[in-house]
């Protein structure tokens, strides 16, 4: 387990904590919702879903996070400018927490923006991500509304070493506070299985060892992109689930501090075992603190017995 020599940052969004040394904060899960290929999208141009099993999806996510103590974040995914503004109204009308919201185009991540400004989400709202590709209209979006929450993305094509991937963080926090953000948390990005799967979780170290950051990432889409789990007799959902799952929890055995694990599908089994290695740390961090003569308030996992 790690202790880290410099001070951490805890940044409140939306009423949960997310950063801090090790154990001293539960560890973040992000849900994800309404992505293409989830059995409750109907529409993904027009924003249409199935609202009854979108809610039990989000109903399982409260039930989990009360249960394990830790909280849990919803994403919320929009392909169209329609679709963005149909799903985060529906979203922030039935979950009361702080929520994501992301899409691959740039239009529907600046209807995002306007409407939880026009709508008074910017203390619950979290912009998905400040990268390299953002165009001048979506900064002076976000520049000129009053949102200021985001996750900060390393990503870059060039980013291939330890130190291009610090480079980027850093070139991305400066452009994040230029928008006027004020509260991030910083995604190393995770990159394909063979094509530089591994080093997000080296640089979740370096971000937290140098800048003192709570750190974020995704590493369900490793999984989802990998080959192997696609051929015949592999290529069904309790192995891709075991994939998940294990991407997921060597996340949070790197001192992530908040971990995206894609459809909401899966939620009671990641929560599960995020629980499982929650205990782990709490036992190991109680144990270092005791030998260095630390005296620090951590998390107690309600899931002990």
Known sequence: MFVFKRDQKVVDFGGIPIGGQPGENPTVLVGG????????VKDTREGLFDKDLAKKWVDTGIEMSKKTGHPLIIQAYGRTDTAMERHISWLTENFDGPFMFESVRAEA???GIQYCEEVGLQDRAIFNSINLSMKDDEKAALRNSSLNMAVVLGWSPRATSLTDRMNTIKSMLDEAQSMGIERVVVDPATMPVGAGYGLEYR????????????????????PSAWRFIKQSGFDDES?????????TVIAQAFATDCIMYGSMIRTKEVFTAVALIGNAIAAVVAE??????VDRNLFAPPTSE
């Open 33 to 40: 919702l309404f992505f293409k290929g989830q059995p409750l």
């Open 109 to 111: 991540r600046i209807r």
């Open 203 to 222: 640089t979740t170290l370096a971000i937290k060892s140098e800048l003192g950051l709570p750190t974020c990432l995704g590493p369900h889409n490793a």
């Open 239 to 247: 192995t891709h689930m075991s994939a998940v799952v294990a991407s």
């Open 288 to 293: 270092a603190n005791n030998a260095l003569g």
